[in-house]
């Protein structure tokens, strides 16, 4: 008689869920692909050494692996982690006076004008030692983790001076070192020209190009660069010039583009080849065919219309049905979006942007994930990947973006090690 197959050790298996929902793959699901998800019954994760070993069902998994430990899903569901493919965590001070100036009728565009905006977290950044900026970066990690969030990029841009900017870089890669949200730096020295430039654009511009950018590619502290393209800060022959050096010193790309008007920075995003291009409410149909042709991934924000009072919507629907991969994103920063959920995210998103839940979770992982040119590594629940397990205190997938208003996040599991779990 034959004796049993010795169960194989594992570190880790998650189990006990009433559903696991998600994408498959190791590249940005587009159109039609984009709400094909994965969803199995009683679904759980074997893990071993930081990684995936195998997704299945419960009983499958407990029969083939031994595991050291048990994370309990009671009944939730179990979904890859998060990926906030936008936002500008590096700051000191709030900006909530701006917040009511909003409510009252002003818009972004006249308070930066007026010395707010930007302008405003500039001199916090500035005064703010590297230790100080560290220890307030941390306490926000620590939030993002706990709303589910297991990789965050995170851009630089308050500081709009050689040192400053150099200073919060070496910031994000510090917490990126002690933290266990994986953190992805941009450099965002193109966030606006600072007061001491005001009179002198070109001569910021000739800044950026000649010693900046230099600057951060030696310090090796960023991986992509990034651009507000925007009449009143940079314009496309500013953005060309400034990412096409960024390029040759061989930085990936990412833009802020057609936010606040319809300027045609999308067709400048797939010109260059970017990343992503990011906002994308005033984008024009030929942006978007723009976008399509070159495979930018359009990083979407949709909380940031109704931080800045803004009717337009960006167009989701019509980017999906041209066969873009879009992904989602919080864009938490001080001024036009402080919020780090993206549960919050998904639910505006699948109310007004009208995505499915399938197509919301798939652009908050797999597709953000491939934003970050990390879909190989992270996004996705399959074998080979890094260990990056949600467990949300909901029944089903589809719970995720109908209710909101609370944290559904019980246990975050980042590269294999249980980093937040909450009774």
Known sequence: MNAAPESEPIDLLVHGANELATPRGFEARRGADLARIDVIEGGAVAIRAGRIVAVGGERELLARYAPAKKLDARGGTIVPGFVDAHTHPVF?????????????????????????GIASSLRGVREAS????????????????????TTVEAKSGYGLSVDDELKCLRVIDRANRTHAVEVVSTFLGAHDVPPEFRDDRGA???????????????????????????????????????????RELGMKLRLHVDQLTSLGGAQLA????????????????????????????????????????????????????????????TDFNPGSCYTQSMPEVLTWAAL????????????????????????????????GKRADVLVLDVPGHKH???????????????????????E
């Open 204 to 246: 910021y511009l000739d800044l950026l190009v000649d010693r900046m950018l230099p600057a951060v590619v030696e310090s090796g502290l960023a991986e992509y660069c990034d651009i507000f393209t925007e009449a009143h800060v940079f314009g496309l022959d500013d953005t060309r010039r400034v990412l096409g050096r960024a």
């Open 400 to 422: 995720l973006c109908y209710e909101f208003g609370r944290n559904p996040v019980r246990a975050v599991v980042c590269a294999g090690q249980v980093a937040c779990e909450r």
């Open 130 to 149: 590297e230790d100080e900026l560290l220890a307030l970066l941390l306490v926000r990690l620590d939030r993002f983790l706990e709303m589910g969030t």
């Open 270 to 329: 797939a010109e260059l080849g970017a990343s992503s291009a990011d906002h994308l409410e005033f984008v024009s149909p030929a942006g978007i065919d723009a976008l399509a042709a070159a495979n930018v991934i359009p990083v979407l924000c949709p909380l940031v219309p109704l931080y800045l009072r803004v009717d337009q919507e960006v167009p989701a629907r019509r980017m999906i049905q041209a066969g873009l991969a879009p992904a989602l994103a």
């Open 352 to 383: 007004r942007l009208r995505m499915s839940v399938a197509e919301c979770l798939t652009a908050a992982t797999l597709n953000a994930a491939a934003s970050l040119d990390r879909a190989g590594e992270i996004g996705s629940l399959e074998a």
């Open 92 to 116: 000191s001070g709030t900006r909530e006076d701006e917040f009511e100036l909003r409510t009252a009728g002003a818009t972004y565009v006249e308070i930066a004008q007026a010395g707010g």
